[in-house]
């Protein structure tokens, strides 16, 4: 098995800081998947229907989401009778493989944040429903920006519709030492966006990361909004917004997807962040994700501190979820 090898060789025993991070963030994920499959492994003699029954409700319950579980499962279904396999104890790799391919499925998807070129301003919308973790985010974000990629940023409070939303923001401006654009509470988001652009430009910030309300209960509200928003942006920088990314919170499973699809069709999403990933025991929400909309997982957030969110790297994912069926 290609992949299983491959991790195993590259990230098995090894304790990099990411590598631990992925770790000790997927760990109830880990817990739940690994130890289901390999009580599996113990309870079947012999590889039948009725494994297989019992694989596809394992990989459901870990929120894998129906369609990719049965291509997952038809695909080592294959692989078990090419390889004449009857052992259950051997199929573990196979499983980790399939999930592995699977996803990638030939398509690149990239993690990186599409800056604009150097000395132009990159503005990023975050959208999701309340809750998900966008204020949370931005700040790991802007955080991560200015650590790892020497980025300026500058934030602006475009949810002006929920209470404490302005200055939850201004506050983790003032902890991050970086500028915080706000106007009033209940007013125009999209002209909180417009200074927010104008104020960067004119102190040549590098990205300007724009909170949003997002009230999904009101579609044709919530469209126009950011639609407008889009407008404005664009009348500026014409390339902008350069990333839309959705913020999902993955302990709301099924229903977190159902969200994303929503999300997408009345904005263009260009990639997704995943939170909460250390507070779900159903990791695998990430190949439904894949699955049903086709747009990228660009970070997981993986902890409630200001670095605990990661590149999304489909390696120390499975690896995470998987290493205990890797021993
Ligand atoms: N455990 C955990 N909590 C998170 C993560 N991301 C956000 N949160 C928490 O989720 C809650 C809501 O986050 P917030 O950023 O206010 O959501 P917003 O309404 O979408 O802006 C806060 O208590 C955050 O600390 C994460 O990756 N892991
Ligand atoms: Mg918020």
């Known amino acids: 098995m290609g992949f299983f090898n491959k991790i195993k060789e590259t990230l098995f025993g090894q304790s990099t800081k990411q590598n631990e991070r992925y770790v000790a963030g997927l760990d109830k994920s880990s817990t739940n998947f690994s130890s289901r499959i390999n009580a599996l492994a113990a309870r079947y003699r012999e590889i039948n229907d009725a494994y297989f029954e019992e694989l596809e409700d394992i990989l459901i319950m870990s929120d ?57 301003l990159t503005v990023i919308l975050m959208v999701g429903v309340n ?61 909180v966006v417009f200074d927010g652009v104008k104020r960067a430009q004119e102190k040549g910030i590098d990205v300007l990361i724009c909170d949003t309300a997002g009230r999904l209960q009101n579609k ?14 664009q009348r500026s920088v014409p390339d902008g917004p350069q990333e839309t990314l959705l913020v999902i919170d993955a302990t709301t499973g099924q229903n977190g997807v159902s969200q994303a699809a929503e999300f997408s069709k009345i904005t263009n999403v260009t990639g997704i962040v995943l939170t909460k990933m250390d507070g779900t025991a159903k990791g695998g929400i990430i190949l439904s994700v894949k699955d049903t909309l086709n747009i990228p ?24 979820l998987c290493h205990d069926l890797m021993g």
């Open 131 to 191: 809750g998900a973790g966008k204020t949370t985010t931005i700040a790991k974000l802007a955080h991560k920006m200015m650590k790892e990629d020497g980025k300026t940023v500058m934030l602006a409070a475009g949810d002006t519709f929920r209470a404490g939303a302005i200055d939850q923001l201004v506050v983790w401006a003032e902890r991050l030492g970086i500028e915080c654009v706000t106007g009033k509470e209940g007013g125009d988001p999209s002209s």
């Open 64 to 120: 894998v989401g129906v369609n990719m579980v049965m291509t997952i499962v038809d695909e080592i279904k294959k692989e078990v009778r090419l390889g004449n396999i009857t052992d259950p104890g051997e199929i573990n790799d196979i499983i980790v493989d399939k999930m592995f391919v699977i996803y990638a499925n030939d398509t690149f998807m990239t993690t990186k944040i599409n800056y604009a070129p150097q000395g132009e």
């Open 220 to 233: 044709v509200g919530l469209m126009r909004e950011l639609e407008k928003m889009n407008r404005i942006i």
């Open 297 to 320: 997982v660009k970070f997981i957030g993986l902890g409630e501190k200001i670095d605990d969110l990661q590149e999304f790297d489909l390696e120390q994912y499975i690896y995470g």
